[in-house]
């Protein structure tokens, strides 16, 4: 056990130098985000309560296996004269030269090479892995293809091409593994929410047999250099048996969580959002109720494509040439943004200190130039900055115009941290709109004809809608960084706006 301890020592400092090697960009675009020694060492110990009193003996993988992580913590804790094999597969040459260099002579064999294109042995009883998260948009589309071509041939499963990497990886990992094996896989916990983490959760549903997932809490980062909250997911390839019930844990430790419920199923088949699970709390509201969807359509802000190019202190447009018909007012982003209540000046422009203004000019360049010169110059040096070459203003016609988001009475904050008010509804009283920061509601047409006259109510009842509903239908991310999407604000109970539009509603119904 000393060698073992020296040679996890080591690693920790090859580590440690091999990730200075690459800039934290570098790093997130190959999903290297090493697994904590502590962390290692308790998903180890887990496998081990599991499978001690099975017979025979074990053969590990982490086809991620970095600079071997998880094999040290699985030497520390596996008898020695019941390990058979162990393998790790590791794209990233240092980091593979590293885990040879390290644990060759404890019996790890390290395949240098990419595990998505390693022909599978399914003789491995034992996975313990913390795949890489490369999201979508970092996977060429050629490699988008061919992985889904094979995790279907793998699973029958097809994922959506928004799937990052790490579903691919425990999704192919199935032709890899022994009849009975164990897996344990430290992924983002963003698939239990999002619609692409369908089929994913199908796959544990249907093809394996569910043990436990754990989530950490989210203001618990396991990665210091990513913004991603973490769950360990544990399956073992069998058939689940009749009734056979999953244990959702939440906070603390894997071995020691705060929170802990068993849940058939059938349940998981019926729950949306797994992030839910456990259940820490009472469901709040009576089944039935109103959602701000009745009331509300939900739309993100607008995405400008070069918010430095494109917005600009209003009080910079004289200088620059930029007439007042080629911009309209947009709200700052909520952190300069103190005010609950956006009234207008008489103009329509929020009566705050830091106007900002929005080019939106469908003119075409040559009457720019015959009628404002400087705009004209303006927009010349976007153009030596690439502005216009950008993935929306180059699909956008003029590329200096804007996508249509009219001016909302209402919008909400798009993120945030705070758990007791981790989003804020802001009262916008005047024309301007509001940049992709925000979810801007807009009324429909049978609360439109009434907003003008409730709107101070409608505010309140807004404001009064209790953040448990946000935590519970938003999405997290590490740090405690919380993200709600439009859809999902949709899904918040309405609580007072039901009262104060009733006999409305009931006559909107009653037209379905």
Known sequence: MAEILEAEAERLVQQRRLDQLKTAKERNQWGQFATPPALSLEIARYAWNRLRHREGSFHFLDPAIGTGSFFGAFAQTFPKERIDSATGIELDKPFAETATAIWRRYGLRVIHGDFTKQPPEPIYNVVLTNPPYVRHHHLAADDKRRLAEQVQAATGVRLSGLAGLYCYFLLQGHAWLAQDALAVWLIPSEFMDVNYGDEVKRYLLDRVCLVQIHRFCPSDVQFDDALVSSAVVIFEKRKPSPGHQAVFSFGGSLLEPANVEEVSLDQLRATRKWTSLPRRQPDVGPPGVCNLGDFFTVKRGLATGNNDFFILPKARLAELGIPMECVRPILPSPRFLQQEIVRADPDGWPQIERQLALIDCHADETVIRERWP???????????????????????????????????????????????????????????????????????????????????????????????????????????????????????????????????????????
């Open 374 to 512: 400087r705009f004209a110059d303006y927009l010349q040096s976007g153009k030596r900055q690439s502005v216009h070459e950008g993935y929306l203003t180059s699909r956008r016609i003029p590329w200096y115009s804007q996508e249509k988001r009219e001016p909302a009475p209402f919008v909400c904050t798009y993120m945030g941290r705070s758990l007791k008010k981790p989003f804020r509804f802001i009262w916008n009283r005047t024309r301007a709109t509001a940049a992709n920061v925000y979810l801007l509601l807009y009324p429909k047409d049978f609360v439109s004809r009434q907003v003008s006259e409730k709107a101070e109510d409608v505010f309140k009842a807004l404001r009064a809608i209790q953040p448990q509903h946000f935590l519970s239908e938003g999405r997290v991310y590490g740090g405690g960084l919380h993200k709600m999407e439009p859809a999902e604000l949709m899904r918040l109970p309405a609580g007072d706006l039901a009262t104060i539009f009733d006999s409305e509603l009931h006559r909107q119904r009653s037209l379905f």
